[in-house]
């Protein structure tokens, strides 16, 4: 699947990680999970879970887009592989 494009700023998760700004989010590519049956999960500080995806392949790729929501604050959860989320 392609990465999203736009002009928007990008935020790149390799572990576990947190940041507590209000963010616009307009997609979420997960890129090379290393086993089938990992996870990654964004969730805001609420523990409100905004996107989750479970690899069902070892590097698979997955991307959504999530069209400018709003999140404040946003914990990033990754069993392997890199998370990247595109904001406004």
Known sequence: MA???GTGRVLKFVTTNT???TLYIESVRWVGPSTAAHTAVLTN???DTIWAATASTTKQDECQALNGISSK???ATLG???L???IR
Do not use: C, E, N, Q
Request: cysteine-free; overall charge negative; proline content about 6%.
């Open 3 to 5: 990465a999203p494009s």
């Open 19 to 21: 940041t507590t700004d």
């Open 45 to 47: 500080t609420a523990g």
């Open 73 to 75: 604050g946003l914990i």
């Open 80 to 82: 392997s592989g890199t």
């Open 84 to 86: 990247y989320v595109y």
